[in-house]
């Protein structure tokens, strides 16, 4: 409440979920020259609903899978054309097809591409205007403000955003340089498409400080003369629905022999209920358990056998007896493609269970490793296994995977990598070229 008793509304973010992506003549070209460059277009486009979202990941996965060159996933019009329900189209920055178009070729061409992607999008596609103080991008306005008023096209301000305050300039192209291999003092180029190519031995740069985070009121102040321009992107915020990507694990059902196959009706322990599948899939897991104490332990004593029973317990409550069989399943199919395959790390090294069916090597009750900070009723995410593979066997394991579950049931997952400070003084002190 504020000072008067009055209850406070906090302001919510709704959240657009979008992505830039790399258009191409065809994804599926790899052969390239000097006169035959790979031409990719910038491309933003955003999810208006739940069929928005999934075919944006649609795009994003195909681009990898069958677009990507060089460093780049790619897609092309075809693609785009398959996969546009539920989606937002703008015409997007200096890099994209429509403002190449009118840098590049007639504003009659222009207009044709232009009125492809209006045909295509309909009351979903608008024309972006962007303002970095980059002289081409004022024969872009005007022509796609031409387009705007003929075709009746909302118009947007938009700022191309790298960095978050103006002062981060510096530090953004210093950061550009540790990613291309250059020193700051090369002399540089900005080519939005191009942007991975040398030029005269000129280094990709920035033309300007303007690529940053900039507040609403400096929005308006530099959009001042087409004020609708901002309550438009507004228009947009109103049309996406707010998406629940919250979902439940799912796993590929892990096959398991029919002897195993005991269990036809739902058990319910305390709050958990544990589907007949689940409850198969533990049995096998127990099976494999003390079938793998045999070799790991010599003496099966009461203290080793009260620790299975309670890790077994805890699995089967959770309902993670798939994902035990699974993990096991390819490590075990890694070994036998003559991978090597790390001992295991991180809290799974605590699981007795675990080290029983063969997914890490080392013994929780010799180093006395604590089970509940792996897997315990509280933590509901799943599981963490860290698994390590040589690098030249990895595409075995994945393969095995893919192969074994199939193409739509694997998928790979990012990965952020942070500059620790060690590593940032040694690339920015090369960059600035000091000894």
Request: charged share 30%; aromatic share 12%.
């Amino acid at each position: 409440k504020d000072e008067h008793g009055n209850d406070i509304v906090t302001p919510q973010v709704k959240p657009v979920v979008g992505c830039e992506f790399y258009v191409v003549k065809d994804r599926f070209e790899k052969s390239f020259t000097k006169e035959k460059k790979d031409e990719r277009f910038h491309q933003v486009l955003l999810a208006k609903n739940k069929t928005g979202y999934q075919n944006l990941i649609k795009l994003t996965s195909l681009g990898f899978i069958e677009g990507y060159y060089s460093k780049y996933p790619r897609v092309d019009k075809l693609l785009i054309e398959q996969y546009h329900e539920g989606l937002i189209a703008t015409t997007c920055c200096i890099g994209a097809y429509v403002p190449q178009a009118i840098l590049h070729s007639s504003e009659e061409a222009a207009e044709k591409e232009f009125k492809w992607w209006l045909d295509l999008f309909g009351d979903d596609y608008y024309i972006e205007i962007q303002r970095h103080n980059i002289k081409e991008q004022q024969k872009i306005n005007d022509t796609l403000l031409r387009f705007a008023k003929k075709y009746h096209v909302p118009v947007i301000a938009t700022n191309d955003s790298h960095y978050t305050e103006k002062d981060d300039y510096n530090a953004h192209d210093i950061l550009l340089c540790i990613n291309t291999g250059e020193k700051q003092a090369t002399p540089g180029f900005d080519d939005f498409i191009n942007d991975d190519l040398a030029v005269k031995n000129r280094r990709f740069k920035f033309p300007n400080d303007q690529f940053y985070f900039k507040t609403t009121a400096e929005m308006q102040q530099l959009f001042h003369d087409i004020p609708e321009s901002i309550d438009n992107t507004n228009a947009i915020i109103d049309k996406v629905e707010v998406l629940n990507l919250k979902k439940d694990i799912l796993l590929p059902a892990f096959p398991i022999p029919k002897e195993f196959q005991l269990h036809s009706k739902e058990e319910v322990i305390g709050k958990n209920k544990i589907a007949p599948d689940v409850n198969n899939q533990w049995e096998y897991l127990k099976h494999l358990t003390y079938e793998g104490t045999k070799h790991r332990y010599n003496d099966l004593t009461d203290e080793i056998k009260e620790r299975i029973e309670f890790e077994l317990f805890t699995i089967k409550t959770m309902g993670f007896a798939g994902y035990f069989l699974i993990v096991s399943d390819f490590i075990k199919a890694g070994r036998d493609l003559g991978v090597f395959v790390g001992p295991g790390r991180g809290s799974a090294a605590g699981s007795v269970v675990a080290y029983c069916i063969g997914i890490t090597n080392i013994d929780p009750i010799k180093y006395n490793l604590l089970f509940e900070r792996f897997l315990n009723p509280d933590r509901k995410s799943m599981p963490d296994i860290d698994t390590d593979f040589d690098d030249e066997g990895r595409q075995k394991v994945i393969d095995y995977v893919v192969k074994k579950y199939g193409k739509n049931q694997v998928a790979q997952i990012i990965t952020y990598g942070t500059m620790a400070a060690k590593m940032s003084i040694k690339d920015v002190a090369r960059v600035l070229d000091l000894p």
